[in-house]
């Protein structure tokens, strides 16, 4: 099955073009599938593969803790594969056929409290870095807006005069998403102050820059965001899409309208928004639970 592992992945690179990271993660998926099929089943001709076979690996997957997700993943994979062989090794039957996929546990986002999110904030110092991670990180939970977002924002996408941000999200859909005070007077200084004393060449157009004056990195946005929050004795898991999710929930928690939160998420569907609205309620239950003296 070896040859056929490697046709397959030689198609998705060539055929479908699709990313190195997505490749490597085939590569994982049907490395471990291969390698079950030979030490378990002995099997090594894709052609002898059958329904229960696969049954029988997943079952192993499940066994060894393997989460809904990876299950799910795992026979997106297989089934892909097994289309491929159908069609260049000339299979007469697909054995991934009735396979059905796990329901994926959704799990509720980690959300920081108005407290901690104050913490975060709370950047003091007039250098052109801490101006700049200012500026970042107040824009983040203003508008909610997804890292790869915010990293590509072009300086005329922001509007500080009328208050909002021009945001090209998935799909290249664009919204609208409006700024608020303490983010407006951030991105001013930033703007003012601290982006020209990083910028050496002028035809860069990225709204973040690094002290090198080139557009700023996940990376390094997450090096950042990883210092502040050792710095500030912040306890909860923080990542830069902890921002947005704590900006959902507290503006519902505020009696922002559902469907208000989507568009300024740039949610295509409303049912993904609907999750924090679960954290809302949730929330408010501890906090009842916590303070209510018959609780």
């Known amino acids: 099955m070896d040859d056929a592992v490697n046709d397959f992945l030689h198609f998705l690179q060539i055929e479908k073009g699709l990313a190195t990271n997505s490749i490597a993660s085939y590569r994982r998926d049907l490395n471990q599938y291969n ?4 030490e378990v089943e002995e099997i090594t001709d894709p052609v002898l593969i059958e329904r229960a076979h696969i049954r029988a690996f997943l079952k192993y997957l499940d066994e060894a803790g393997k ?10 994979t297989l089934r892909s594969f097994h289309r491929f062989l159908i069609q260049e090794y000339d299979l007469r039957h697909d054995a991934t056929l009735h396979i059905h996929t796990p329901k994926k546990e959704r799990k509720l986002p980690q959300v920081l409290s108005n407290r901690d999110v104050d913490k975060l904030l709370d950047l003091p110092g007039d250098d052109p870095l801490t101006i700049r991670n200012r500026a970042m990180l107040e824009m983040l939970y203003a508008t909610g807006l997804r890292i790869s977002e915010l990293l590509s924002l072009k300086f005329n996408d922001l509007h500080l005069l009328m208050g909002f941000v021009r945001v090209v999200g ?5 919204r609208i998403v409006p ?6 007077k951030a991105l001013e200084e930033y703007v003012e102050f601290a982006r ?10 990225a709204l973040f820059v690094n002290h090198r004056g080139s557009p700023m990195s996940r990376q390094g946005f997450w090096k950042v965001l ?18 947005r999710h704590s900006f959902a929930t507290h503006l519902l928690e505020n009696g ?7 568009e300024m998420l740039g949610h295509a569907d409303i049912s993904t928004t609907q999750i924090y609205t679960h954290v809302s ?3 408010m239950k501890d906090i009842y639970q916590n303070y209510h003296p018959r609780a």
């Open 196 to 205: 020209p004393t990083f910028i050496k060449k002028e035809n860069v157009d």
């Open 281 to 283: 309620k949730t929330r």
């Open 256 to 262: 922002a309208d559902l469907r208000a939160v989507q």
């Open 67 to 76: 989460s809904s997700s990876s299950l799910a993943r795992m026979i997106s």
């Open 226 to 243: 990883k210092k502040i929050a050792v710095e500030k004795g912040i306890k909860t898991p923080l990542t830069p899409h902890t921002l």
């Open 35 to 38: 390698q079950y099929m030979k």
């Open 170 to 174: 998935k799909g290249g859909k664009e």
């Open 179 to 184: 700024l608020g005070k303490h983010a407006q």
